[in-house]
């Protein structure tokens, strides 16, 4: 499995783990253009500090991989990284490269 994989299950299983917490018609969607953080994102501050916790808790569970997506740089940044679905997976992936 490419880092990349293991970074598109980590998003995945976090955003699966985060709708069981939400109604029906607040579900994230899993395509790669759904925008979670700004203006017209689907996360609110609350929900984007346990979406957070979901991915490190994934990343431990899943591949052994500790991670923190949270660091202080990250966050001053932070349209740049958790935007989209897919920038978020860019994201993972590229620390995942940095811990293998």
Not at 23 to 45: A, C, K, N, W, Y
Request: aromatic share 6%; glycine share 4%.
């Amino acid at each position: 499995m490419t880092n990349r994989e293991k970074a598109n299950q980590i998003v995945t299983e976090a955003i699966q783990a985060q709708n069981m917490m939400l109604s029906e018609d607040m579900q994230i969607s899993l395509d790669p253009s759904t925008h979670l953080t700004g203006d017209s994102g689907v996360l609110d501050s609350l929900g984007f500090v346990t979406f957070i916790v979901n991915l490190e808790e994934q990343a431990s569970t899943l591949f052994s991989i500790d991670i923190s997506v949270s660091d202080a740089a990250v966050m001053d940044d932070m349209d740049k990284y958790f935007e989209t679905i897919g920038n978020l997976t860019e994201y993972i992936t590229n620390l995942i490269d940095k811990v293998s």
